[in-house]
């Protein structure tokens, strides 16, 4: 019960302090907290199109989500999912030009795995050069994200540029049988039921299954692994490949649904935001789908913060940055045997009086 308590407990406190913060932050700028706390859940939650917005936002949150908290549960901080998502997305819109696809859904599908493929090898190159030559996975995997990025923007604006393409250098769209349609009608695509079914089948793999077992052993105790026979580098790579994977579906998902083709456009930061998503959930699976729809209404309610209020549409930005850092302050707080700290602010106790064989005191 303590344990659930404080899972739950420190990033709901931790989130509360970030708006406290937030509020004084635009405070500052003559706005007053309490209107812009309103609008913030008005903009998220309010109405149905509100909600489209942020369950559309949520989508690929979800996965990109998964590619720090799988590679976590193996020990693994992997940062560089924006890389793995920008990639997927260009292997989506380039697999068309390079080769006919059949149309309708197994195109879509093959499309989307060429996405996916595309993220786990690319997250996949950072857990190798942490196993085989000992290189900080946070930062290999952080600087291999601005090589992607350098590698998307120039083949979107080079040899992949489609020449009617002027002033936002795209891809050639994807045909109209490749694109992911929304659900009964509505602006929230396939995608959002795509990461609810990643988010649970992962979860059920690291739960229930004897290879989410040894990846949680790999991640609690490496030598441990190791002396009882474990293949933790085989280990680390399938839980890297698999993060990879659903980064790299999440782009090719914005391109095949949003997007239609490969443009600076899905370079939005949904990698970085992920990361908080991931660190709230405890890099849990399944409490990832609710962190993913809070954070997804946050950026659906930026542009009403802007018309209502005048503050930035980025300024939301502001608002997840402060969350991060709260966040991660209040992983301090998680180790405090707070029972003792207690008795320490209390004083001593006082002993009981000593009572003779008739109950008065001696």
Known sequence: MRQLFVDLGLPLCALLAALVLFGGFVAVGGVDPLEMVTLLFRGAFGDWFSWQNTLQRAAPLMLTALCVALPARAGLIVIGGEGALVLGGLACAALPLLMPLPSGLPGIVLACLTGALAGALWIMLAGALRQWRGINETISSLLLAYIAIGLFKHLVEGPLRDPGSLNKPSTP????????????????????????????????????????FAIRVTGGNPRAAQLVG????????????????????????????????????????????????????????????????????????GSLLQRRLGLPDASVLVLQGIAFVLILASEALRDVRWHSLWQRLRGPARPAPHHGSEGRPA
């Open 173 to 212: 769209a994807l045909a109209e049988s490749l694109r992911i349609g929304g659900i009964g009608g509505s602006d929230v695509h396939w995608g959002l039921v795509i990461g609810v079914i990643a988010c649970m089948l992962l979860g059920l793999l690291l739960r229930s299954t004897t290879w989410g």
């Open 230 to 301: 474990l293949p933790v580098s085989g280990l680390v790579l399938l839980a890297c490949g698999l993060g990879g994977a659903c980064a790299g579906l999440a782009g090719a998902i914005e391109v095949a649904a949003i997007h239609t083709s490969a443009n600076a456009s899905l370079i939005v930061g949904y990698g970085y935001a992920g990361i908080l998503v991931a660190f709230i959930a405890r890099h849990h699976p399944l409490a990832i789908i609710p962190v993913a729809i809070l954070f997804g209404g946050f950026g659906a309610a």
